[in-house]
Nanobody, 127 residues
Framework: QVQLVESGGGLAQPGGSLRLSCAAS????????MGWYRQAPGKKRELVAVITSGRSTNYANSVQGRFIISRDNAKNTTYLQMNSLKPEDTAVYYC?????????????????????WGQGTLVTVSS
């Protein structure tokens, strides 16, 4: 089993900052892309930012220049630094990771691709 645990959500004022973190644990062989998604009330889940294993990044137009995604492979963790927050950033933020997990088969093992989602952390931007 591979699990993602998010933290760092909470209440921020417009123009303020928050940093989200997402730590992966379990039988992980490697982690490829990691990303952050969000879902606001009444809206569909949307991609916020993604970072590849090669450290290339991509951002939604709505957060470009304000948010920064990063990762620490030694800790199996990705971060989302959110600056210049706006009320429209209010949403539940979900971490996502595309992993290669190790599956034991008797005394041997094999590798399996596994997409994992975190439980979500609420970010509220309000004065």
């Amino acid at each position: 089993q591979v699990q993602l645990v998010e933290s760092g959500g909470g209440l921020a004022q417009p123009g303020g900052s928050l940093r989200l973190s997402c730590a992966a644990s379990g039988s992980i062989f490697s982690i490829n892309d990691m990303g952050w998604y969000r879902q606001a009330p009444g809206k569909k889940r949307e991609l916020v930012a993604v970072i590849t294993s090669g450290r290339s990044t991509n951002y939604a137009n709505s957060v470009q220049g304000r948010f920064i995604i990063s990762r620490d492979n030694a800790k199996n963790t990705t971060y989302l630094q959110m600056n210049s927050l706006k009320p429209e950033d209010t949403a539940v933020y979900y971490c996502n990771a595309n992993t290669v997990t190790r599956i034991n088969v008797g005394t041997r093992w094999r590798l399996e691709f596994l997409e994992v989602w975190g439980q979500g952390t609420l970010v509220t931007v309000s004065s």
